[in-house]
């Protein structure tokens, strides 16, 4: 890897070409889409974005840190410029909203400025077009270690907001996609022996089991529909896995949940030779259900309907499966049901950098 | 200092008691200022903001690192709280807008969630109330060292903001303020040989020399004039030092500026003893020139007036004086006059930490 080293104003330059912005200092008159909304970008002390009539603005940021939520070792740079973004941008789904722009913080040692950056780079500009989602500012210094923090601001029709305080017992609990897939795949790349190589920061490992952790994708057209046709009650993303954020959501709206093990839509089985079947699919059957409960970093939706909206709630929704995986309840208790014989007490589980 | 462990959601529930916010999950009906722009603040996948009718959203963030940007052994924990939010609300300054409300990033390690914690979120409330700027939301994590991030969120009307890049030769350039101060109390913070005890989290030393470095004070009024009035026809704020700052106002504007040296507010000089007297002007004279063109960290204003504006800027506003140091120019040249025969180039000699 070539070792270059930058000024400030040299990896701001480096940056604002990686990816799309309205020039430094100019207004982007007459530009169709996003960049109209940015009346100015990269460039000068801050960012000016014109909100659009009658919506509110969605604020929210992630930390994206080497160590703690990736490991420069094992996840392509072109993943971690991807997935810095998308999570950041699975929250403004959660509040059925559309992404408008984003600021990036980013602290770099030198050693990382040059295909280490390329790479990541490349990823976050192709979640910038996926996500129509455009870079407006940030803050750049250097640093013994990758530091991410992202800023998206998103918008949403007045009043139509998906907020987690809106469920009722009785409302139907549901979850979109499959849960425990993203931390599957962080299991399968921990225990790879090899290392990415330096040469490997933009390539992306084949095994579709990996994709989701590494490139998550937030259901933000979802999102739209679940607030814009007042479907959901309440709704949260599963960035931290199941057992955490439910209790989160139940807290926000003063109810408890019931949760059918047997109707979570656990990561799929692939069991090898007819041999090791059986054993092998008792010890999945498990490992696939604590998978679904636990597992982190799924960015799916988790939301609440009132029964008489059930109809409204297609079986899936641009080819990602919506289940109903259990009720809401009065009683301000999490109980998981269908392990055993009695009802039993889901305790979190998930992630927490504090546990 | 007490070590306390505290979850994710108590780390949460610590931050939001510490300082003024809507309630997890509640809309803040009838409320009156800040509070009522926000219709959703700590306790959901993110905040909601509603923009004021012709105004145009500000956004920017800024990283505040341990080790890069204060000294845990050397800073006040109330003073990296005060900081962290000031210096993002100088880039609001700079583009004569009013804060709204902000995002906090935290990485902390779990030996600092107690008192130090308790320090820090006594600055910050205290800056959240000076700058009328609310705790909008945010991330935390674990982390080995104190990470923040700040975004900043204000608003300006539409097409008043304060750019960098409408400076035209013949402009006068001013500043506001006095520079170098800041740089200056780093050095006698720095110089100090006892460190910061771990009681003394919230005592601010007493030195006035200090205080700028530790508690600057953007100038939030002074911006608010110079856009609203059009007198200033470019802005920014001086965060890495003058002779740093000034080349990116003038590429931005595509001029060239020369300032006087003799017309540069420098910090005073406090002589000693008559004996000492003259040696030490000569030392301090060059040195305060020196802190004034190179030093980091002032917050102040940076700008140009037409001169046929003149007259509409006052000597000083709300106390701070307004200076004018030199012009603009055609020539895309930054140049300092008065320290010899000749102008001399002004290399950028302020803070860059890929330097």
Known sequence: MSRRLLSENSLLAKIARGVRSPSAGKIPRATAGVASRLALGLGDDAALFRPSRDCETILTCDWFLQGTHFLPDKHPADSVGWKCLARAVSDIAAMGGTPRCFLLSLALPD????????????????????????????????????????????EVPAGRALRRDGAQAGDLLYVSGVLGEAER????????????????????PKDPRLQKHLYPEPRLALGELLGKRRIATAAMDLSDGLSSDLPRLCAASGVGARIDAAKLPVPAISLGTRAARHHAKRAHGEDALLLALHGGDDYELLFTVPKRKELQVPPSFLGVPLTAIGEITATRKILLVGTGPQA???????????R
Do not use: Q, Y
């Not at 090899?194 to 490997?200: L, Q």
């Not at 039993?344 to 504090?354: M, T, V």
């Open 111 to 154: 050693s990382s400025t040059g295909s280490w950056l390329d790479a990541f780079l490349r990823g976050l500009r192709r979640a910038e077009k996926h996500f129509d989602c455009m870079l407006a500012g940030g803050d750049t210094t250097r640093r013994h270690e990758i530091l991410i923090n992202v800023t998206v601001i998103g």
């Open 185 to 204: 795949g962080l299991r399968l790349l921990r225990a790879r022996k090899k290392t990415m190589s330096r040469d490997s920061h933009s390539r992306s």
């Open 344 to 354: 039993s007490a889901l305790k979190p589980g998930g992630w927490d950098p504090f």
